[in-house]
């Protein structure tokens, strides 16, 4: 089925990143050739065994479609990853000894989204559990993700299908948790991609990609482990927003395989 939608301006060249190319702490990373952009926020110093809070803030008169987080090294988890009005909020868990960095990623657009927010499930320490919110009928997820009340509740899952938004998360902490998948929603169409199965040895990290068909670029993405100790570290957009890439973490003792998934949409 071919995707139809207004093109917004022109081309729009890919935006170069610099240290001091303006006063405003957030970057854009990429431009695609609608409308669509994807923005990587400042980054945000996680002490080691400690949880940090990253934003990126879509520019005025741009809503967020979709978004996530990235990491600089081993030992973060995403432990949230949520829209919050024009703001993409990433939350990370440092499980290593050393301080990490960690930022917020979202793409922006403006074209209109919806939120919802699935009911409250409890995660018990040492289990996990999963939550499904879904899109009204006419509509189907731009993007997502998910909240939680811990420090360390990383998610395993984040997926879609053409209606819903699933998030599955461990409660690798000691207290009771509460957590919810969040999905914005389009009455443009977008289509669902997953990508090929990448294997990580037990103990190791691996980045999963996959892209978007023909012009069509990404307004969300997510990923997934294939065990109960596989954790999705870092979730954002491709460069030049034509897919999604994650990176996934293996605290199993056998090997395990990462998905990555984009939701794509065109002019």
Known sequence: MKLTRKTVGAALAAVALTAGMASTAEQATAKAPMAHTGIQGAPVVVPAHATRTATVTCPAGQQVSGGGGVVDGGGLLLTGSNPNGRVWEAKFSND???????????????????????????????????????????????????????????????????ESWHVRAVNNGTATQDMQAVVLCSGVPHENRLGTPVTVQAGGEVTATVNCPGNQVASGGAGQGNGNATFIADSRALPDLRGWQIRGVNRDNVSRTFIAQVICTAP
């Open 96 to 162: 290593s000894n050393v301080q990490r960095t960690g930022s917020a990623f979202a793409v922006c657009t403006d074209l209109t989204q919806s939120v919802f927010r699935s009911s409250t499930v409890i995660i018990t320490p040492g289990s996990n559990q999963g939550q499904v919110v879904r899109c009204p009928p006419g509509q189907n997820p731009t993007g997502g993700g998910f909240t939680t009340t811990g420090t360390d509740v990383p998610a395993r899952v984040i997926s879609s299908t053409q």
